[in-house]
């Protein structure tokens, strides 16, 4: 998590706390978390992306591996060749180096694209069930434990047009106190 990000949740949690009283009296905020990562690394679509991933990546390093051997072979019989051949000899290396850095190219995207659309699959199933578990519960607050982000605010802890305003009013008095 980056620094800044890390400092708006801060942030957040520390408004959050320190919500007027008012707020309190009516009735307790009620928090929950829920660790994401865990949830994603245990539903049928993310054991198979794992499975996935797990594939590409040994076919890749095999495929990779194969290419390093290829390269390594033709170093070692450029040993007493002549100038053509030596040429033949790099250009052959470097294509089987393009040919590496292709195949590493196209395995990161198709990581990526599986990724993103088990994300989404997930996402879709887990929407629901998180509604639910607020219409059952009343939660105001769920937070994901995994990065420290929130999934869910009820409107009632949710401070950010009173601190626009708030802002807005410094502004306002900040140009009022420069004008002449």
Partial sequence: MTSRRLILCSLAAL??????????????????????????AEAREGRELAAFLQQIETETRTALEANAGRVEALRQSAAGKSQDELRGIQHQIEDLQRESQRLANDVERRAAKRQEETLQQINERLRPIVQQLIDENGYDLILNASIGG?????????????????????????EASQEP
Avoid: G, K
């Fill in 15 to 40: 408004l959050a706390a320190t919500a007027s009283p008012a707020l309190h009296a009516q009735e307790a905020t009620r928090v929950a978390s829920i660790n994401v990562e865990l949830v994603v």
């Fill in 150 to 174: 929130v999934l869910h605010a009820s409107a009632r802890v949710d401070l950010t047009q009173r601190v626009i305003e708030m802002l807005q009013a410094q502004e306002q008095q900040e």
